[in-house]
């Protein structure tokens, strides 16, 4: 299985933007999904997760960010309101359970002040 993120770009603070990350194979099968993200010298964090109809957020976007997934369209979503310059980062799509950990090679996500 494989995962690839689409969606990235450069939108101006307190804009919106919708990452999408499909999966190559069945996302039934798919125990966990989540959104991490990296910023420029900074530790890769948390920012979503969807496990059994339940979600979790990082304390940054609560309130702003919001994870779906459609497991017959085989994709997950990250929708982002009200950026800031602060979600500058590369976002990256992760499926996991028990004896599997796959990961996307990530989309840029820039915002400008």
């Known amino acids: 299985v494989q995962l690839v993120e689409f969606g990235g770009g450069l939108v101006q603070a307190g804009g919106s933007l919708r990452l999408s990350c499909v999966s190559s194979?069945?996302?039934?099968?798919?125990?966990?999904m989540a959104w991490h993200r990296q910023a420029p010298g900074k530790q890769r964090e948390l920012v979503a997760s969807?496990?059994?109809?339940?979600?979790t957020y990082g304390d940054s976007v609560k309130g702003r960010f919001t994870i779906s997934r459609d497991n017959d369209k085989r994709t997950v979503y990250l929708q982002m309101n009200n950026v800031n310059p602060e979600d500058t980062a590369v976002y990256y799509c992760?499926?996991?359970?028990?004896?599997?950990?796959?990961w996307g090679q990530g989309t840029q996500v820039t915002v400008s002040s």
């Open positions: 194979g069945g996302m039934y099968s798919i125990n966990t």
């Open positions: 969807s496990v059994g109809g339940r979600t």
């Open positions: 992760n499926g996991y359970g028990p004896g599997y950990d796959i």
